[in-house]
T-cell receptor, first 115, second 111 residues
Framework: DAGVIQSPRHEVTEMGQEVTLRCKPI?????LFWYRQTMMRGLELLIY??????IDDSGMPEDRFSAKMPNASFSTLKIQPSEPRDSAVYFC???WGRGLTGELFFGEGSRLTVL | QKEVEQNSGPLSVPEGAIASLNCTYS??????FFWYRQYSGKSPELIMS????GDKEDGRFTAQLNKASQYVSLLIRDSQPSDSATYLC???????????FGKGTRLHILP
């Protein structure tokens, strides 16, 4: 079975540019999570969706970040405009249920570098 | 106080010894606790979950939970070089109603 698929795997962009990260969750999972990982802050939850509806976006840093889940098999995380402090690895994860069992399946991550 | 705290390490353990990883959490109402392993450059993967006080064993891994002390630990017996990774403690917080991760402990098994 295919796991969580993220693209792009690596993105290098210049400050001020728009960045779009994409995620395809595991078929049948109804929750999707976007995390950001840095050495300083660890793994931070940005937003999570349940049945395509955003449940908690309190971790989204500011208005420059937005996320959508138009259907059960696709989600995007957009940063506009990007800043150097956004450089991090962004993980998408999916699960059955809201993750109460803790079994989140992570994608391979998108490493973002903003120059 | 941070919600989920772990010693960042690195923790160095000789091959064949027991590695002990610790985690404390602040939300007393938390009910679900997890350990994830993350190899360098890879994504986290779930290795253990525990929901009630006491020990839970799975192969070489034992998770321990003490809700009164708000403390979770992971023991790895007969440590192998392949166990070298960062171990993330995660808690389903009753207050926040979501999974919160600690920053992780880097474990290095010495051959």
């Amino acid at each position: 079975d295919a796991g969580v698929i993220q693209s792009p795997r690596h993105e290098v962009t210049e400050m001020g540019q728009e960045v779009t990260l994409r995620c395809k969750p595991i078929s049948g999972h109804n929750s999707l999570f976007w995390y950001r990982q840095t050495m300083m802050r660890g793994l931070e939850l940005l937003i999570y969706f349940n049945n395509n509806v955003p449940i908690d976006d309190s971790g989204m840093p500011e208005d420059r970040f937005s996320a959508k889940m138009p259907n059960a098999s696709f989600s995007t995380l957009k940063i506009q405009p990007s800043e150097p402090r956004d450089s991090a690895v962004y993980f998408c994860a999916s699960s059955w249920g809201r993750g109460l069992t803790g079994e989140l399946f992570f994608g391979e991550g998108s490493r973002l570098t903003v120059l | 106080q941070k919600e989920v705290e772990q010693n960042s390490g690195p923790l160095s353990v000789p091959e064949g010894a027991i590695a002990s990883l610790n985690c404390t959490y602040s939300d007393r109402g938390s009910q679900s606790f997890f350990w994830y392993r993350q190899y360098s450059g890879k994504s986290p993967e779930l290795i253990m979950s525990i929901y009630s006080n006491g020990d839970k064993e799975d192969g070489r891994f034992t998770a321990q939970l003490n809700k009164a002390s708000q403390y979770v630990s992971l023991l790895i017996r007969d440590s192998q070089p392949s166990d070298s990774a960062t171990y993330l403690c995660a808690v389903w917080g009753n207050r926040d109603d979501k999974i919160i991760f600690g920053k992780g402990t880097r474990l290095h098994i010495l051959p």
